[in-house]
């Protein structure tokens, strides 16, 4: 079986990328032996439907399954379209959710777990002139966003009281991996790097 795995970096200790059409890499991994493909993202940068080709890339690879932090519409429709189950809100380590995976702790999403567009960011945009500059104020994932769901935003809906606690603290894990990344390229940039 393989299963795909959002990813930061082509290793089975990066975290998972919490957006699926603009992650940097995907992991391809049969979670029984372990054995896995990093596959960079192509479509990371696209200017627009992301989603939609990196999901027909990863269902073009013979995927069963993703694996990842959040899908929107476009993608979560174009991977049920082709057979390919969707696990949102999976935080961590790629072992660990392989692992988490393997153990049947994962279930599949019955729907997106967020809106068109999520992983673009809100961030400052881009350009000048009149009003909020080309992008319409969003940015490319690339600012302090970083494709991360809205703080004060409700919670995707869930069958029952355990499953909304679940998603809120993987939204919390995974505001504490935007939080830790953006600390480390702060640091970067103050020793010149």
Not at 74 to 95: D, E, F, H, K, P
Request: glycine content about 16%.
């Amino acid at each position: 079986m393989k299963v795909a795995i959002s990813a930061t970096a082509p290793s089975l200790d990066a975290d998972v990328d919490p957006r699926f059409g603009r992650c940097q890499y995907f992991i391809i991994i049969d979670p029984e032996t372990m054995e896995f493909e990093a596959v960079e993202n192509s479509s990371m940068m696209a200017a627009g439907g992301a989603g939609i080709s990196t999901a027909q890339m990863i269902a073009g690879k013979g995927v069963q399954v993703v694996l990842t932090g959040n899908c929107g519409p476009n993608a979560y429709q174009t991977l049920s379209a082709a057979g390919v189950q969707v696990i949102s809100g999976v935080v961590g380590r790629i072992r660990d959710a392989a692992e988490a995976y393997k153990a049947g702790k994962l279930q599949a999403s019955a729907e997106p777990s967020v809106d068109a567009h999520f992983g673009m960011g809100g961030g400052m945009g881009m350009g000048r002139g009149m009003g909020r500059g080309m992008g319409m104020g969003r940015g490319m994932g690339m600012g302090m966003t970083s494709g991360m769901p809205p703080v004060a935003g409700p919670a995707p809906q869930t069958t029952s009281r355990e499953q909304e606690i679940e998603v809120l603290k993987n939204q919390v894990e995974m505001l504490l991996q935007q939080l830790r990344e953006t600390q480390q390229r702060i640091k970067e940039l103050e020793e010149g790097k």
